[in-house]
């Protein structure tokens, strides 16, 4: 008959647990600061012995006592070779961890990270770990975002080894990488060093695209006809503009060679054509859905309107954002509306998105 008992018990246990994990989160951060790069050392590190290591170390204190009281020569110094062992693991297990240096692979603004994923992926973040020294090797590593989900790891002396660790991307924004778990039982088990660094390593999470329909802007077809169109592209009808100063990353073909050799300079051609029709989005068209839902829509417009390579506009209404300089009243400042010129290419593509996973 079940009385509730076992439930209780669990209850209790979780409601102990819970101040634990609070305290021990709280002294992770007063210890560790959050830097882009660390080196392991003793204010970083902690250490305790295992379930195996504290019932060897009592084996062998029970062993010695024995050894005591008997007068046994053999019994003592077995006794005191397990003690050796036993405190001979403490520091290497120490040592294994002492020296090393984590650095996040990329150091970007936070608010412009260089990680990006869709809201209900997997955020990637991507990491180093660089040896103490040309003799120094690291053994039994257990990296991960968790206890429970690591990945092994060892580097090798004087070696610098990259890992890539995931974790939910629930919602849309600027999400913060978790505080690190790496742990080591090197080299026998007995003791259990850990450390928990924060690489301040962050992922722009942008809205999850829900299907919706295309503005009707992005389905009007031009007045010209398709075979006007290829007999211009035949004709080769593109005006010549002139030149302009050159800019890293234009085309080599498009760069002025003779000019060049006249001693003017570097200069690129310009050329005039027809423009794509532009295609605006804004809020406007999804009136009386949720937030999130609208952001999800126009995620999927620009992705798909990207695809076909049209120029996209954007506009994003203003928001109310609370006063922080005084918290007790209830006074907000309403920000401006968000105008974002028309253009294409995929720099302009995530910039769009950046701006929707941004916005509140």
């Not at 102990?16 to 560790?32: L, N």
């Amino acid at each position: 008959m079940d009385t509730g008992f076992s439930r209780r018990v669990a209850g209790l246990t979780r409601v102990i647990r819970r101040p634990d994990v609070r305290w021990r989160e709280r002294k992770a951060e007063k210890r560790t600061p959050v830097v882009g790069k660390l080196q392991l050392g003793q204010r970083t590190i902690y250490i305790l012995p295992t379930i195996q290591g504290a019932l060897f170390a009592l084996g062998a204190t029970t062993i010695l006592l024995v050894g005591f009281a008997d007068r046994n020569p053999i019994t003592v110094v077995l006794a005191t070779a397990m003690l050796s062992l036993f405190l001979l693991s403490l520091v290497l297990c120490y040592r294994n961890l002492s020296g090393l240096t984590l650095q996040a692979s990329e150091a970007t603004e936070s608010g412009n990270p260089s990680a990006r994923c869709f809201a209900g992926e997997q955020a990637s973040f991507m990491l180093t770990l660089s040896a103490a020294g040309r003799r120094r090797a690291h053994r039994d590593l257990l990296l991960g975002f968790s206890p429970k989900d690591v990945q092994p790891l060892e580097v090798a002396p004087g070696a610098v080894t990259s890992a890539t660790l995931t974790a939910p991307a629930e919602k849309r924004g600027l999400m913060a990488a978790p505080r690190l778990h790496l742990r080591t039982r090197y080299p026998a088990g007995l003791w259990q060093a850990w450390s928990r660094p924060d690489l301040a390593m962050h992922c722009l999470v942008y809205p999850r695209p829900q299907q919706c329909s295309l503005p009707p802007s992005a389905l009007r077809v031009p007045a010209h006809t398709e075979g006007q169109q290829s007999g211009a592209r035949k004709q080769g009808v593109d005006d010549f503009l002139g030149l302009r100063s050159y800019q890293s990353g234009d085309s080599r073909r498009l760069i002025a060679w003779r000019s060049l050799a006249r001693g003017q300079g570097l200069k690129t051609k310009q050329f005039a054509q027809e423009a794509d029709a532009e295609v605006h989005l804004s809020f406007e068209s999804f009136k009386g859905r949720e937030t999130e839902d609208i952001l999800g829509c126009l995620s999927f417009q620009v992705l798909q309107l990207s695809q076909q390579q049209k120029r996209i506009g954007m506009t994003l209404p203003a928001t109310q954002v609370g006063d922080e300089k005084s918290n007790a009243d209830s006074t907000h400042r309403i920000t401006r509306p968000r105008h974002i010129k028309a253009d294409q290419g995929e720099a302009h593509k995530h910039s769009l998105l950046q701006a929707l996973a941004l916005w509140a």
